[in-house]
C-alpha cells in the first residue's frame, strides 16, 4: 500500500502591470483572453477549456502532454471553482489539479488588483496550497504561476 502524503505550503507573487485595473481583470474574466494566456501557451495540447466567469461558477482546463515531455500522452485537469469575483479588484478561486487522473493537489488562489497613482496595476497572487504525493509540489508551482503571469503580460501588450 503507497504511503499518503501531503504538503501545505502559501505562496506570494506580486507583480506591476502598466495596464489599468479594468484591462487586468478583463484578462482573467474573458474567456478568449484567459484561455491564450493561461491555456494555450503550456507545450501540451489543449483538449478541452471551459469557463463561466461568476462567483459559482467553474472553469475546467484539460491538457495532454506530448513526445518528449515527463508524461507523454498523461492529462493533465484543472479544476476550479470561483469563490469571490469583485469587478477590476479581486478573484479568489478554489482549484485542484490532476495528473492522470489523479488528485495532485487542491488549493485556494487570490488575485488582488490594486490601481496604482500612474495608471498601473499591482497585481498580489496569492496560492495556498495542499500538495499530495505525486504533485508538482509548491515550488513548481510557483514557478508555473510566475510563467502564467508572464503569458499574462505579453496578453495585456496585445
Same mark, same amino acid.
Given at each position: 500500500m503507497e504511503e499518503r502524503s501531503v504538503t501545505h505550503s502559501t505562496f506570494v507573487i506580486e507583480r506591476r502591470f502598466p495596464s489599468a485595473p479594468e484591462r487586468v481583470f478583463a484578462a482573467f474574466a474573458d474567456p478568449a483572453k484567459k484561455r491564450r494566456w493561461f491555456a494555450d501557451d503550456r507545450g501540451m495540447a489543449v483538449?478541452? /477549456?471551459e469557463m463561466d466567469f461568476r462567483v459559482g461558477g467553474r472553469e475546467h482546463t484539460q491538457?495532454? /502532454?506530448g513526445e518528449g515531455s515527463p508524461f507523454p500522452g498523461v492529462a493533465l485537469a484543472n479544476d476550479t471553482c470561483?469563490? $469571490?469575483i469583485v469587478a477590476n479588484r479581486r478573484v479568489v478561486m478554489?482549484?485542484?489539479m490532476t495528473?492522470?487522473?489523479r488528485r495532485i493537489s487542491a488549493s485556494l488562489a487570490t488575485i488582488e488588483l490594486l490601481p496604482a497613482e $500612474?495608471?498601473?496595476t499591482d497585481l498580489i497572487f496569492t496560492e495556498q496550497g495542499a500538495f499530495f504525493e505525486g504533485a508538482d509540489g509548491p515550488h513548481r508551482r510557483e514557478g508555473g504561476w510566475n510563467h502564467l503571469l508572464d503569458n499574462l503580460s505579453a496578453e495585456l501588450a496585445r
Open positions: 483538449e478541452e /477549456f491538457y495532454r /502532454f470561483y469563490q $469571490d478554489a482549484y485542484s495528473l492522470g487522473g $500612474d495608471g498601473t
